[in-house]
């Protein structure tokens, strides 16, 4: 774990002295990039305690859940049943409460700036790669 601590506090040291170095990230108010070299410095000599905790023992349910919301997941166009100009309606199925029981479908009405709000966040930034849905 030290070992993997150590590579951690290196690399994120190393990405925010490049972020400063290139325009990319900016001093906080008051502080110039040598005082934020200094501290970077500082840090690295340090010990950082990284959480590392054993995988997530539920990996198959991650996996059908990330391919859902891959595939369009909230946003998919199949669920969305109406939309006026001011709300969207969409439904969604509220997970079972006891084992063997049955999800069930219900239906929300979003107004449509957090509804485009949480749309935008989907979207990939300029020249990203985009993950398919086969595979998964």
């Known amino acids: 774990m030290r070992v993997v601590m150590a590579v951690f506090r290196g690399t ?4 925010i002295r490049q972020g400063v170095q290139h325009g990319q990230l ?16 500082t840090l690295g000599r340090t010990t950082w ?27 998919a166009t199949r669920r969305r ?18 084992t063997g ?3 069930h479908r219900r239906t929300r009405r979003l107004p449509l700036e957090p509804c485009l709000g949480h749309w935008r966040l989907h979207v990939p930034p300029a ?7 086969w595979g998964l």
Do not use: F, M, T
């Open 26 to 41: 900016w001093p906080p108010e008051g502080k110039n990039r040598q005082q934020v070299e200094n501290l970077l410095h």
């Open 127 to 133: 020249r990203a790669v985009r993950v398919r849905w």
């Open 49 to 75: 305690h990284v959480p590392i905790r054993e995988r997530y023992p539920y990996g198959h349910g991650v996996l059908i859940y990330l391919a859902r919301d891959l595939r369009g997941g909230s946003l």
């Open 81 to 98: 049943l109406a939309g006026d100009g001011q709300q969207v309606v969409c439904w969604y199925e509220e997970r079972a409460k006891a």
């Open 12 to 15: 994120l040291r190393a990405a």
């Open 101 to 103: 029981e049955q999800a």
